[in-house]
């Protein structure tokens, strides 16, 4: 049972809230989606049905350039593309060709927590970013707001001029008391192990931080295990923090995996 919608802040959410279908349709309506479009066009479009911050995020308040690729605005970014870092995506079919720098612009960029306390916004459940290499920065600029799950872009070996590294990411995280539950592989490569990535973290369960985040929004953390697949994760954490639900929630089948 939940008493609210869920505060979702999607950054890079090009097309829409989970327009790259994270969880089924029907779950949408469960959610209250906050998205981030600095383009103005764009977000006019979005304004129509979503909430919409007109800004880039990032780890202060300041002027940033956005480098836009007009042939894939997916690969628009606040760091220039890195034609020596394609190799190992696609050397054979001149990829570089769709992050070909068409415009720039210059982006008045706010931080999550500013752009969340100006909605008037207390919690936060779920965070997605996006943002072709832009997340350490835009992840630094989170204060208090803890979210239940994230969904990072991480890029292992960069397409973007110095972008950080991605080891840099993952430490931030954990040190806010996140553990790693999930990771998806995005795009093809020349290499046995992905070089980009959809990783997923939680709050650490084994950490008093992380414990205490997760005894907060006991339901609503369920409710996102659940959509996003990680059933024996949560019957595990269920089980061990003595959830108000653990005797409903170990019953549950995990049709994929059992």
Known sequence: PLKRKLIALDVGAEGGFNADHLFLKKYENFFNPILVEPNLSEAEKLKKKYTVIEKGLWSTNCIKKLYITGKNPGGTSMYKPWKEGFDLYNPYDNYFRLYDITDEIDVECTTIKDSLDNLNIKELDYLKIDT?????EILKGIGNYFPLL??????????????????????YIYKLDYMLCSWEKIG????????????????????????????????????????FGQVRLLQTISKKLEFKLNSNISKIRDKFFD
């Open 132 to 136: 072709q290499g832009a997340e350490y």
């Open 150 to 171: 994230m969904k990072i872009e991480v890029q292992i070996f960069t397409m973007y001029k110095d972008m950080p590294n991605w080891t840099e990411i993952l430490n």
């Open 188 to 227: 093809a490569h020349m290499t046995q192990s992905p070089i980009e990535m959809d990783m997923y973290f939680v709050p650490n369960f084994l950490t008093e931080k992380g414990k205490k985040l997760i005894l907060s929004r006991e339901n609503e953390f369920a409710f996102l295990m659940l959509i």
